[in-house]
């Protein structure tokens, strides 16, 4: 083989490495998890559910109100114990029904829904007159609750951030775990205090 045959096959090799060389490193970058884009748009419809449906409580209890101005006062008295019954009522069986949908929901998108239940705010999730809870305000519930809790995700969201306990090597001590049952007495600030000590990392699936 003369030497020029030699430069090119060496050229070509080089050539064929490199571009092995750029296919891994792209395969490499697509691996990586890119934020979801639609993070802010789940968050800002959540509120702005929530935003509507306090004010439409608002606007029902001063149309209650004002059909009540003319009538004798024992009777708006007696009218409005009746009215409050019925919203307390109302809202109860709301709140359960609501429970049971989201956590139906959340099976299968968050590995605890019982956690999930805690976190997310329902407020803004609504019942119709047919006892049907608004199933896209469910699931935009649960992506907003992913966007602030993505370990929470049940297809691996826990290598997006690790509890308090992954610090500095060489600490052994582990904060202590707390369990369903002690979520179920705490606030969702405290949750998330406890999230941040990483009282929850079992919880959470965070080894």
């Keep these: 083989m003369t030497n020029t045959d030699e430069s090119v ?8 490495e490199s571009v092995e060389q750029t296919e891994t490193e792209s395969e490499s970058t697509e691996e990586i998890e890119q934020p979801d884009p639609n993070a802010g748009a789940h968050k800002a419809l959540v509120a ?3 935003a509507r449906k306090a004010a439409e409580k608002e606007l029902k209890a001063l149309r209650d109100a ?16 009746r009215i409050e019954a019925r919203a307390e009522a109302t809202e109860k069986a709301n709140k359960r029904l609501i429970g049971a949908e989201l956590k139906a929901a959340a099976t299968g ?80 600030e405290q949750i998330g205090a406890a999230r941040a000590a990483g009282q929850l990392n079992t919880l959470l699936g965070i080894k």
């Design 109 to 188: 998108k968050v590995k605890n829904p019982a956690l999930a239940l805690k976190l997310i705010d329902t407020s803004g999730i609504d019942v119709d007159d047919d006892g049907e809870v608004d199933s896209d305000a469910l699931n935009q519930a649960i992506a907003a609750l992913l966007v602030d809790y993505p370990e929470l995700a049940a297809d691996g969201g826990s290598r997006f951030g690790g509890g308090a306990d992954q610090g500095a090597k060489g600490k052994t001590s582990k904060p202590a775990q707390l369990s369903e049952q002690d979520i179920k007495s705490m606030t969702p």
């Design 9 to 16: 096959t060496d050229e070509s090799t080089e050539s064929t």
């Design 66 to 81: 004002n059909a009540l101005k003319d009538k004798p006062a024992e009777e708006q008295a007696l009218e409005q114990a």
């Design 48 to 50: 702005e559910r929530t």
